[in-house]
């Protein structure tokens, strides 16, 4: 059972929390493409529902939003040093089944790694997430082979239809905020897409071994390194630490914490100059192997959601499906090789 609302109402409603509760969603950024005069879907505050885009794919996910890409942890002096505040808003944020089951895996690496990392839980423990639907397959989509295309995990379900809009709500929190407004009752049900154009096939018998494989070779050749898809994705968490210091006092400044990519050169440079992984085949293979080989030996599902932004943003045209489905071949030629 769900509750059909007017879209005026809900509009109004969003501007009246504001700021103590800020709402995010994929929206367009007009003229911040990758190119001139083109614009770039992402994340961004919203103060109205017209402002989402539902029939179009974000360039990026919403882990900029829980993660940002420069987040400042600490301040310092000479002689001490003061944690940085977060944010005092709570953050509603609309997204898609993928990007929904994304919030799992960094639960996984944030919240049940061994640790839990302060930064991120304060924004996780206030955080709401609203899923909207994918009646439609979206180019270089393939979540129905990673079983991310449905999700019921979330704290509402979202779909604007003209005037109204239209809500499944579990939160107790998302209830009370719309229980002034006038509704009505009616039966509300998740859109998720049922089938993708592009679909892999992962073997269930990879091993290290398949380090060995010639298929590593194309990607030194191809991939020049530019980390984009790291960017992109979802479900990386992979960051490095800076620390600026002030121009008028050297001796002040702060800690920052700051995306980084396994791609990149220099990501895996240690003192003394030596690099892991040096050639980019071998990165490519260590992405590859960590989101459809590691992670699941350890959590028991993939870490990769299927959204493709990997290959939306790639220059080089280089296919992470592509990749996947490479790697049973991979496995019987290492395996007839011993």
Request: one cysteine or more; aromatic letters at 12%.
């Amino acid at each position: 059972m769900g509750i059909k609302l007017r879209k005026e109402d809900v509009d109004n409603l969003i501007r009246s929390i504001s700021p103590k509760v800020k709402v995010f969603a994929p929206k367009v950024f007009e003229g911040k493409g990758r190119f001139s005069e083109t614009d770039m879907i992402r994340y961004g505050e919203i103060k109205d529902l017209s402002e989402i885009v539902f029939d179009k794919k974000s360039d990026f996910s919403s882990k900029e939003i829980i993660t940002p890409i420069t987040q400042t942890l600490f301040f310092f002096t000479e002689d001490e040093f003061k944690e940085a505040k977060g944010e005092d808003f709570t953050p509603v944020i609309i997204l898609r089944s993928c990007d929904m089951h994304a919030i799992k895996r960094f639960d996984d690496i944030y919240l049940r790694n061994g640790f839990e990392d302060i930064y991120y839980k304060r924004v996780r423990e206030k955080a709401k997430f609203i899923v909207i639907g994918c009646p439609n397959s979206f180019e270089n989509c393939f979540c129905v082979s990673m079983g991310t295309n449905e999700t019921d995990s979330y704290d509402a379900y979202l779909k604007v239809d003209e005037d109204f809009v239209y809500l499944d709500v579990k939160d107790k929190d998302i209830e009370e905020a719309v229980s002034s407004l006038q509704k009505m009752d009616c039966e509300v049900m998740p859109e998720f897409v049922k089938e993708n154009t592009i679909k892999v096939d992962i073997p269930e018998n990879i091993d290290t071994r398949i380090f060995k494989s010639t298929m590593w070779n194309e990607y030194t050749e191809r991939c020049i390194a530019c980390g984009r898809c790291n960017f992109v994705c979802p479900t990386c968490t992979c960051y490095t630490m800076q620390d600026i210091f002030y121009k008028d006092n050297k001796n002040a400044g702060e800690r920052r914490r700051v995306w980084a990519s396994c791609q990149v050169q220099g990501y895996t440079t240690m003192a003394g100059g030596h690099e892991f992984r040096k050639p980019n085949g071998d990165k490519m293979r260590f992405k590859v192997m960590h989101k459809v080989y590691d992670y699941k030996k350890r959590w028991g599902y993939h870490m990769c959601t299927g959204c493709g932004r990997c290959d939306d943003i790639c220059p080089q045209y280089i296919s992470m499906p592509g990749a996947v489905n490479k790697l049973r071949k991979a496995m019987d030629e290492v395996t007839s090789n011993e």
